[in-house]
């Protein structure tokens, strides 16, 4: 997200929307929008509460990890967006309530008080609590002072991850001559280490961080080296934070030397 994008928010639920913008968001979500815009039977109404349910269960999940979170514009973003789903979910409880009249007036259920009243009144605390915090929240969240200058390209994160763990920085381009582009396989850098007494190679390939031993390697026929076992990391993207990637080939030599 740029500065330009940054300025123009008026409202706490501009950060979530406009990272919901991106392609990997867009993968998850495409069904379920369809599915929303389709629904008049109660077999995707349920599939909507429940997959909303799953989603939320497994952000708890993905934010159990200190690595979750980098920057102060991501933990607001996903501030803005748990207060989004706050959000909808009080409109939901009210809608639900509304619904369960015409279900009666049709004779397929008893008169719904007294449940219908607890629904519209945790609907009203909910959005209350909403209006009143979820403002002030993001907006501290993305204020919050940062020194961290994350890496722009991946060559850049090979380059401080070699720099973190000490290891020796192999370049086989020029300088800025790489794909920019190319998630896959990166610049085609990478990191040498050594560890009680083994040679390790860090680097990029099939849109992952990845580590080979060189004792692991096995010759072909061409003479190249090839390898059938390799530590993969969790942090995948081109631009990772360099000090989980550090973090976690720390981690990984020490298993391996165990
Ligand atoms: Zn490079």
Redesign the pocket.
């Given at each position: 997200m740029d500065d330009v994008h940054i300025a123009d928010r008026t409202d706490w639920r501009d950060y979530w929307r406009e990272a919901s913008e991106d392609d990997y968001v867009g993968e998850l979500t495409t069904e379920i929008v369809g599915v929303g815009e389709d629904s008049r039977e109660p077999v995707g109404t349920l599939a909507l509460a429940c997959a909303g349910a799953e989603a939320a269960e497994n952000l708890s999940r993905a934010l159990s990890h200190e690595w979750a979170v980098y920057t102060p514009e991501q933990a607001a973003t996903v501030a803005s967006a748990v207060y989004a789903q706050i959000e909808a979910s009080a409109a939901n409880l009210r809608a639900l309530a509304d619904v369960l009249g015409p279900v009666a007036a049709r004779g397929d259920l008893e008169a719904p008080e007294p449940a219908v009243a607890l629904l519209r009144k945790a609907a009203d605390e909910l959005g209350a609590h909403v209006q009143r915090t979820a403002g002030p929240v993001t907006d501290a969240l993305s204020a919050l002072p940062s020194d961290l200058s994350l890496p722009d390209s991946v060559?850049e994160t090979?380059a401080a991850v070699a720099v973190l763990t000490g290891g020796e920085l192999v370049?086989p381009?020029e300088p800025d001559d790489?794909d920019p582009e190319d998630d896959t396989f990166g610049?085609?850098?990478s990191v040498h280490l050594k560890h009680a007494g083994e040679a390790y190679d860090f680097h990029r390939g099939d849109a992952e961080w990845s580590l080979t031993k060189e004792s692991d390697g096995v010759a072909r026929p061409n003479g190249s080296m090839a390898w059938t076992d390799w530590v993969s990391f969790a942090a995948s993207e081109p631009c990772a934070h360099p000090k989980q990637l550090a973090a976690e080939i720390k981690e990984a030599l020490a298993r391996d030397s165990a």
């Open positions: 060559h090979v370049v381009h790489f610049c085609g850098c």
